[in-house]
Nanobody, 114 residues
Framework: QVQLLESGGGLVQTGGSLRLSCAASGSIFTFNPVGWYRQAPGKQREMVAVIDSGGRIYADSVKGRFTISRDNAKNTVYLQMNNLKPEDAADYYC?????????WGQGTQVYVSS
């Protein structure tokens, strides 16, 4: 069974940084795309950053501040978040697509204090 496990969330002040990790139960390189989504209270889930065969895609709201990366040897995807803003506060979810099926982690919470 495919499992994605996020970690790294927490409370940070405005302007601070966090690094989220998503560990896959299987080979992370078999996921295409793989990436991060987030959902704030009362809002729809939105794409934050993904890696696919074409490269890296970022939401406009995080360009220049967030960086997605993948370590195939560790079966892990990372999201480095810098210069965090209060509007970045949300539940962050890892998503991976493999053989047409979408898999989601249970999420990790990010809080940003102003």
């Amino acid at each position: 069974q495919v499992q994605l496990l996020e970690s790294g969330g927490g409370l940070v002040q405005t302007g601070g940084s966090l690094r989220l990790s998503c560990a896959a139960s299987g080979s992370i390189f078999t996921f295409n795309p793989v990436g991060w989504y987030r959902q704030a209270p009362g809002k729809q889930r939105e794409m934050v950053a993904v890696i696919d065969s074409g490269g890296r895609i970022y939401a406009d709201s995080v360009k220049g501040r967030f960086t997605i990366s993948r370590d195939n040897a560790k079966n892990t995807v990372y999201l480095q978040m810098n210069n965090l803003k209060p509007e970045d506060a949300a539940d962050y979810y890892c998503m991976g697509q493999r053989y047409g099926a979408h898999y989601w982690g249970q999420g990790t919470q990010v809080y940003v204090s102003s």
